[in-house]
């Protein structure tokens, strides 16, 4: 069973920074593509960005709002995705999910989500 | 960016009931499109992916139907557990967008 667990989440000030992470098991996590999606309160929910599996170079693509802002990386050694987040704001406020894609879909399997809340 | 509408945007159904949700994109993604069922407090859960392919373990409850910039989402026959939030969301071009949602709520 493919399980998904992101950590990290917590409260920021503006301007500050954050790292979320995504530990998955069940899954060949280096044959993943790794995606983040955020809601924010109240809302939908928003693409974030992903980066490819390694085989495939490894790329990242972000949405605009958090373009320059946020780094995805992944460390295929510990089936782990990372969610760096600089020069935040108060509309960053959201869960943040990560998501797996095993080749089906970029969004196979879904994390519960982390809690980010930005607020001076 | 490609806009998504869905409709309704809440209906209250009851069990045993068969339920259409419809997605609407705001121009041509082809068949990249996908839906997405989501509890409060819960992972969301991948139903269908590439417009009508059923994703591995899901109920064939579920159904999707459509291509180009209309899209349904069917279930046949709605259990206490189907109680959720919808969403579509096509991967045709970045940045992927996702539709407000349909609130699935019991009658």
């Known amino acids: 069973e493919v399980q998904l667990v992101e950590s990290g989440g917590g409260l920021v000030k503006p301007g500050g920074s954050l790292r979320l992470s995504c530990a998955a098991s069940g899954f060949t996590f280096s044959n993943a593509w790794m995606t983040w999606v955020r809601q924010a309160p109240g809302r939908g929910l928003e693409w974030v960005g992903r980066?490819?599996?390694?085989?495939?170079?490894?790329?990242?693509d972000y949405a605009a709002p958090v373009k320059g802002r946020f780094t995805i990386s992944r460390d295929d050694s510990k089936a782990t995705a990372h969610l760096q987040m600089n020069s935040l704001k108060i509309e960053d406020t959201a869960v943040y999910f990560c998501c797996l894609g095993s080749g089906y879909s970029d969004f196979d399997y879904w994390g519960q989500g982390t809690l980010v809340t930005v607020s001076s | 960016d490609i806009q998504m509408t869905q409709s309704p945007s809440s209906l209250s159904a009851s069990v045993g009931d068969k339920v259409t949700i419809t997605c609407r994109a705001s121009q041509d993604i082809s068949n990249h499109l996908a839906w997405f069922q989501h509890k409060p407090g819960k992972a969301p859960k991948s139903l269908i992916y590439a417009a009508s392919s059923l994703q591995s373990g899901v109920s064939s409850k579920f159904s999707g139907s459509g291509s180009g910039t209309d899209f349904t989402l069917t279930i046949s026959s709605l259990q206490a557990e189907d109680f959720a939030t919808y969403y579509c969301q096509q991967n045709d071009a970045f940045p992927f967008t996702f539709g407000p949602g349909t609130k699935v709520d019991i009658k």
């Open positions: 980066i490819k599996r390694n085989a495939d170079g490894g790329t990242t």
